[in-house]
């Protein structure tokens, strides 16, 4: 029955390869894998700011690189966690007017905490169930589909020939080792936000907060859910500037083969099985987090008249601060690191190779001090998926795109080109062509 269910979940698969991987088979390379993210942010209903900024994370738009896995829980309540500060709920923060920084130690409690609070939530098993697209009014006519898995495999392709990967054994092993290659590449970010008015204290009055809806209420394992809080008016016009401290959390989906044969033999139906899915629901412990690592970043702007409003103001540092924490985060763990496809080989009017395009910039950390590698993806004699290393290529100082949020305003720039150009370093082992991916190293 296993291997039944998978055959079908491989033709699903192999059914949704895009013209463009076909385009890239050409090449013996692949379209890029996209890490699967799910963020979520800490809510400090204490913070004058509190509910505007719960607004500007709830309509963040998805980060470019990664295929958005958000969840209906996004938020936690700060002053529902316990068991963090002794007495004191909610996680350790940076605090106005004092020190910046938190301690290693306070650190490490956040982390645990957070950990804890996930996996009580169950996150890991809503972030399968989404995967693979869980339905139904109840146990007794949910079923699964692959069709988050089909949509999203049309950013890969094989190495192999499409035509041998129909029922074939070797075919079979191809596509799932996308599915896995998929599924262990998801990912949790919590980001905890400290606000700064530019003045040291606000003359403006605290907004009222009237507390509505649910709450992931921390360790009680019952109602899980958003807080959220509306607030009496909107930014106070007399604020000349913000400055933001994000501190992000970052934990990542444990997926193998053995809890991928728990879920495929015990769970997965495409008809209704009413014991199955019970069942599925019933399992508190196969589906896990592990964290892997934090960051901070702080981003600060002033008013400038006539360009920002004050929502606006503090929507670009919001949005900023998470977009370093996640380019930091990349640099810091492998397996976060977004690969980029190459958009286009660059060559000057007298044909001359110039470098090599690929759709990053700023936003994602990209600087001449940092070195990146072009891979090609193999398949080895495990039916594993591997990145071969073929070039090094190093950044052009002034061919670093700009494409942090605003950047044409804040530049006062009406069109810029999309992209940075990378130069190789030292000689390549195979042709560099479009769709070969680029990582940093």
């Known amino acids: 029955m296993r291997q039944h269910t998978f055959y079908i979940i491989a033709a699903a698969l192999l059914l949704s390869v895009s013209a463009v991987a076909q385009e890239a088979m050409k090449h013996d390379i692949t379209p890029y894998y996209r890490n699967a993210l799910t963020q979520m942010m800490v809510y400090h209903a204490e913070d004058e700011f509190g509910y505007d900024v719960y607004e500007i994370f709830k309509n963040l738009p998805a980060l470019e690189k990664f295929d958005r896995h958000d969840l209906s829980y996004r938020v936690i309540d700060n002053s529902k966690v316990k068991n963090v500060k002794g007495k004191d709920t909610g996680f350790h923060r940076m605090q106005y007017g004092g020190s910046m920084v938190l301690t290693a130690a306070e650190k490490q409690k956040n982390a645990d905490a957070m950990l804890q609070l996930l996996n009580d939530a169950q996150i890991g098993k809503r972030m399968i169930a989404k995967w693979f697209d869980l339905k139904g ?120 083969d053995s809890i991928a044969n728990i879920f495929y033999d015990k769970y997965y139906t495409e008809t209704p099985d009413p014991a199955k899915i019970k069942a599925f629901l019933a399992d508190n412990s196969s589906f896990r987090l592990t964290y892997l690592g934090e960051e901070d970043a702080k981003a600060e702007k002033t008013q400038k008249v006539g360009k ?94 700009d494409n942090r949020f605003n950047a044409l305003l804040e530049n006062d720039v009406d069109v810029v080109t999309e992209g940075t150009i990378f130069k190789l370093q030292g000689t390549a082992t195979k042709q560099i062509v479009p769709g070969m991916l680029i990582r940093e190293i």
């Not at 008015?197 to 809806?213: C, P, Q, Y």
């Open 137 to 256: 009014e109840n146990a007794n006519d949910a079923t699964f589909s692959t069709k988050l898995l089909e949509s999203r495999s049309d950013y890969n392709a094989t190495v192999q020939d499409a035509e041998m990967a129909r029922f074939t054994a070797e075919g079979v092993n191809v596509l799932k080792a996308i599915s896995e290659e998929l599924i262990s590449h998801s990912f949790v970010l919590v980001s905890d936000m400290t606000y700064i008015t530019a003045e040291d204290r606000a003359e403006s009055a605290k907004v009222a907060l009237n507390i509505i809806g649910g709450i992931m209420d921390a360790f009680t394992g019952k109602n899980y859910g958003e807080r959220m809080a509306q607030t009496a008016g909107d930014i106070a016009d007399s604020y000349t500037g913000f400055k933001v401290w994000t501190h992000s959390y970052l934990f990542q989906l444990v997926w193998n």
């Open 308 to 401: 920002y409003s004050r929502s606006g103001l503090l929507e670009l540092i919001t949005r900023r601060s998470i977009d370093s924490n996640v380019a930091k985060l990349q640099s810091a763990y492998e397996d976060f690191r977004i690969k980029t496809p190459i958009a286009a080989v660059e060559y000057d009017t007298k044909g001359k190779l110039v470098g090599y395009r690929a759709l990053v910039g700023l936003k994602e950390g990209v600087s001449e001090n940092r070195a990146y590698e072009v891979l090609e993806m193999k398949m080895n004699n495990k039916g594993k998926i591997v990145y071969n290393r073929v070039a090094t290529l190093k950044p052009i100082n002034n061919k670093i795109w």
